[in-house]
């Protein structure tokens, strides 16, 4: 079975503070991305990378980074925390040669304070 | 926007009902996806329906695609109270693997 681990399932930050999200896939997958999740707005993709080292931005990167420096391994980098980036980050990946069904991990949520 | 939009946003049945949910979209698919979310935590990929397919089984599921009208329904057969969660379709466009999520469904399943 795919497993997508990330490193926390609850964090709490306060505002300005620089936060590390990680996430790792243990089924050699290409892609990976990371979402967010709040009530109302479904998901909405923040970044997304299609082999190590290569970044493309979805549809809300800003105020976020990411790096993607072993092909098991993809982080997100909020550079400066703010109040409007509580939420639930959900990351996934899959395999390019498939349909693009995803493997998600359990998410993380993050709170600013 | 290619959002995928799901209907209705709320479903309450009673155990060993049917549920319907629908999504439709906007634009040309390659593939449409279902998934499911228990409550805080991540989605689960529960089947997919091709563009060139019209009707789709796995288990209790049954899927339906209409590409003229741009839309899918999914079918859950005799709901139990274990399939409470919410539900996203997404649409998978073009050829790289993104996919675009609708908001969601929420089902609870009274026992």
């Known amino acids: 079975d795919v497993k997508v681990t990330q490193s926390s399932r609850y964090l709490v930050k306060r505002t300005g503070e620089k936060v590390f999200l990680e996430c790792v896939q243990d089924m050699d997958h290409e892609n990976m991305f990371w979402y967010r999740q709040d009530p109302g707005l479904g998901l909405r993709l923040i970044y997304f990378s299609y082999d190590v080292k290569m970044k493309e931005k979805g549809d809300i990167p800003e105020g976020y980074s990411v790096s993607r420096e072993k092909k098991e391994r993809f982080s997100l980098i909020l550079e400066s925390a703010s109040t409007n980036q509580t939420s639930m980050y959900l990351c996934?990946?899959?395999?390019?040669?498939?349909?693009?069904?995803?493997?998600f991990g359990p998410g993380t949520r993050l709170t600013v304070t | 926007s290619q959002q995928g939009e799901e209907d209705p946003q709320a479903l309450s049945i009673q155990e060993g009902e049917n549920a319907t949910m629908n999504c439709s979209y906007k634009?040309?698919?390659?593939?449409l996806q279902w998934y499911r979310q228990n409550s805080g935590r991540g989605l689960v990929h529960l089947i997919l329906?091709?563009?060139?397919?019209r009707e789709k089984h796995s288990g209790r599921l049954r899927v339906t695609l209409d590409t003229s009208k741009k839309s899918s329904s999914l079918l859950i057969t005799a709901s139990r109270a274990a399939d409470t969660a919410s539900y996203f379709c997404?649409?998978?466009?073009?050829?790289?693997?993104?996919?675009?999520f609708g908001k969601g469904i929420t089902l609870s399943v009274r026992p």
């Open positions: 997404a649409a998978s466009f073009g050829a790289n693997s993104k996919l675009t």
């Open positions: 634009t040309s698919i390659n593939n």
């Open positions: 329906i091709r563009s060139n397919e």
């Open positions: 996934a990946s899959s395999f390019p040669a498939g349909e693009g069904e995803q493997y």
